[in-house]
């Protein structure tokens, strides 16, 4: 579409998400009409909140039996659990109540079979007596097998922690090629949660930071990100087949991509609302926030800064771009640190480490740790 005017880009856009959507709910009509449907489920998200707010969401869906991914799957198998993710059959209209500190929610899935649930008690929240625990249960059934009921564990960090990490995922955390199409499009379809590879260190440097500058913190990780909620299990997956700390995923749904027709735009602006809401829950912490200089984490992040003073204690950014994307990266890391914060542009993870234990967020003992993760997973690359 480079060649294209914006608006005739937009209206081709607008055009396929129109399409995508009306054969999606023709699809789910006729299914639903012939008692065709596979039996349903609620799919529950990591929630987050405070003693005075709990967000959480999901979505209803017809069970697609996607295995977890193991060390012995093939390519074919992989191919098959990856198409069931994509080709995902919401249930819209779907009446979900969700129950928590003795509140209770009801709301309705929409055209993409999403719900978000919100509570505001008028007492603290006492999460002690809560178990983070948001009951979920559906309100009707669509065949005699379905799961009526599921749990979303909601994060819930306390006032004493040091600060919060904010991080990308695709070429932060996980090797993902998302520069390059096809690069992406390879990984995707022939790599599933146990072979995809982390950065070298990553998940050693994100122990540490959640451990804090004392090491025995629980500093509360929050991951805003690009990818859709189809792929949600394949990145819980992949977070603990490779030991990396898991916290709320803030993900898209594929269809959004089109929503605004720009695409570039539509990615910056959607990060930009799930991190101030992140920053709006939690108004007493401060955030690290790491992401990559292979899209638009630098401006991102620019934009936090500038709209929550004094809430950003420092940026990581990943070099995984060419030249002319640097200059403009370390441009905006100039504007950054005038505004007082830090923003470093690292090529591996330990560099990162190091200016975390000079500016006194980890400690040299973590240090060590993420110098020893990264040598194990250089040698398991190699």
Sequence with gaps: ??????????????????AEHSISMAKFKVKDKLHLL????????????????????????????????????????HLKDTYKRYESDEIPGMKVKASFAGQEVEVETDEEG????????DTAIDYSTTDNKVKLQLLSHKTDKDRLEAE????????????GIISDIDDTVLISNIKSFLGRLKLMLTKNATERSPFPGVAGFFRALCKGSDGKGKNPLFYVSGSEWNLYDLLISFFRSHD???????????????DRGDLETSEEEYKLEKIRHILDTFPYLKFICI?????????????????????VLGIYVRDVSPGERDKEVRSIARQVKAQG????????????????VKMGWINEVQLEDVRQA????EQKGS
């Design 244 to 258: 990396i700390p898991e916290g709320p995923l803030l993900l898209r749904d594929k269809g959004t991509r089109l």
């Design 341 to 356: 914060v830090e923003m470093e542009l690292v090529e591996e993870t330990l560099s990162a480490a190091r200016h975390a």
């Design 1 to 18: 579409m480079a060649g294209l005017s914006p608006e005739i880009k937009d209206k081709l856009l607008m055009a396929l998400e129109s």
């Design 152 to 163: 979303a564990y909601v994060y819930a960090p306390g006032k004493n922690v040091e600060f």
């Design 374 to 377: 990264c040598e194990a997973d």
């Design 291 to 311: 992401g990559d200089s292979g899209q638009h984490d630098p401006e991102v992040y620019q934009r936090v800064v500038q709209e929550y003073p004094g809430r």
């Design 38 to 77: 596979e039996p349903i489920n609620i799919m529950p998200y990591y929630g987050f909140g405070n003693e005075n707010y709990v967000y959480v969401k999901g979505r209803v869906l017809e069970d697609e039996k996607v295995r977890k991914p193991r060390e012995s799957d093939d390519v074919l198998v």
């Design 114 to 121: 999403f719900f978000n649930v919100e509570f505001w008690p």
